[in-house]
């Protein structure tokens, strides 16, 4: 079992920066694909970002691509999300999730989430 706990979410201007952290606590990961995902009200879930816990390889959707990275930092066990350039378009609540093996884009295919931290852009 998998414990994920999002924090750092919270309001800013557009054109702002902010970084998410997810903190992963439980089984060993170093196997698994981490992802970020983001659901604003009324819509469906969608993927934002990808990597391997091996920092093998990474994956971004086209609407975040340029402006967001995903990194891990293996010591703390932590995925990063950070997000610069920020577009109202962005506001949403952003969640951390996990599954064994290659990565995926489709919410259905992870099987550990967290929480959900909310991301606020004015403009």
């Known amino acids: 079992q998998v414990q994920l706990v999002e924090s750092g979410g919270g309001l800013v201007q557009a054109g702002g920066s902010l970084r998410l952290s997810c903190a992963a606590s439980?089984?060993?990961?170093?196997?698994?694909?981490m992802a970020w995902f983001r659901q604003a009200p009324g819509k469906e879930r969608d993927f934002v970002a990808a990597?391997?816990?091996?920092?093998?390889?990474?994956y971004f959707a086209d609407s975040v691509k340029g402006r967001f990275t995903i990194f891990v930092d293996n010591a703390e066990n932590t995925v990063y999300l950070q997000m610069n350039s920020l577009k109202p378009e962005d506001t949403a609540v952003y969640y951390c999730?996990?599954?064994?093996?290659?990565?995926?884009?489709?919410?259905?295919?992870?099987?550990?989430w967290g929480q959900g931290t909310q991301v606020t852009v004015s403009s």
């Open positions: 999730a996990g599954r064994i093996d290659s990565l995926r884009e489709r919410p259905s295919e992870y099987v550990y």
């Open positions: 990597i391997k816990w091996t920092a093998s390889s990474t």
């Open positions: 439980g089984r060993t990961i170093s196997t698994y694909s």
